[in-house]
């Protein structure tokens, strides 16, 4: 099951989150990209065993969160947090 957030600003790289409805680093991601003005299609892997088998494909990981940007596999939260503090999230963003 996936679920929408409204629709980024025009341009903007779609993001989506592998998620799960208890996964404090599902929220903090969320809410880290909320407050950056983003939107994102979320993906709730213990709503649906087919998502969590191709999330489990596209990026060889079992945890969540799993996000991408574009086409990007940016990883888990600590992943977007230490791109973010390297100054290279926003490019991945625009």
């Known amino acids: 099951m996936s679920l929408s957030t409204p629709d980024a600003?025009?341009?903007a790289a779609a993001i989506t989150i592998y998620s799960t409805a208890?996964?404090?680093y599902c929220v903090?991601?969320?809410n880290f990209l909320?407050?950056?003005g983003q939107?994102?299609?979320e993906v709730r892997i213990d709503l649906d065993p087919a998502e969590r088998e191709k999330m489990m494909t596209l990026t060889r990981?079992?945890?969540v969160p799993?996000?991408?940007i574009g086409d990007v596999h940016v990883g888990g939260y600590d992943d977007m947090m230490a791109l973010h503090r390297a100054g290279k999230l926003d490019e991945?963003?625009?």
């Open 28 to 30: 903090a991601a969320k």
């Open 9 to 11: 600003a025009a341009g």
């Open 66 to 68: 799993q996000i991408f």
């Open 61 to 63: 990981r079992t945890s």
């Open 34 to 36: 909320q407050s950056k």
């Open 92 to 94: 991945l963003l625009r």
């Open 22 to 24: 208890v996964c404090p």
């Open 39 to 41: 939107t994102w299609t």
